[in-house]
């Protein structure tokens, strides 16, 4: 009898893998279902394929455990940095006035101390972190950008594109996270 393929076990192994991610990687699942993380596991060890040998169905799923964990402390970190930049980014929902980092979003955030003030700010940074997420990762880049203050030249050159087409891009990306941000709001 051979031994199983790494697709195999993947799709038997199936059930015990949405059961370890539900289990550590509960943070998460307000972000991506358990399905995408599974998925995301899949991809990243059929991509690592050539490190895997099976001697065991145990030993393969140990392995398959493993791949999983790494994919989960990615995505923590993934989340984590969209995370802190959407306090900076949250000034660009509210339209007009300064676009950068500095300005606005900080002089909110040392006037308001009240508690709801502060669980206000916390649900709207949550929902920041959501429109980034769904936005388009070029759009999504452009928005992270602007709040690390990245120049606009810089940014055309990172893009490949003349100044005027990175200051369009700019705007849309700007419009498109106003627009998902607002329709989060509205859920």
Not at 126 to 149: N, Q
């Amino acid at each position: 009898m051979s031994a199983p393929g790494l697709a195999q076990i993947l799709e038997r192994r199936r059930g015990d893998l949405l059961e370890l991610l539900r289990r550590e990687a509960s943070g998460l699942l307000g972000h991506e279902s358990a399905e995408d993380l599974l998925q995301g596991v899949s991809v990243r060890a059929l991509e690592r394929a050539r490190f895997f040998q099976y001697r065991s169905e145990r030993e393969a799923f140990f392995w398959l455990a493993e791949v999983a964990r790494q994919h989960v402390a990615d995505r923590h970190r993934y989340w984590k940095a969209l995370r802190r930049a959407a306090g900076k980014t949250l000034h660009l929902t509210a339209g007009g006035g300064k676009t950068t980092a500095s300005g606005r979003a900080g002089a909110l955030a040392s006037s308001q101390t009240s508690p709801s003030t502060a669980a206000s700010r916390n649900e709207s940074v949550a929902l920041a972190v959501k429109a980034l997420g769904i936005l388009f990762p070029r759009d999504r880049d452009l928005i992270v950008w602007m709040t690390e203050d990245v120049p606009l030249e810089e940014m055309a050159r990172r893009l490949g594109v003349g100044h005027d087409a990175a200051k369009k891009a700019r705007e849309r990306a700007v419009t498109r996270f106003r627009k998902a941000f607002a329709l989060l709001c509205r859920c």
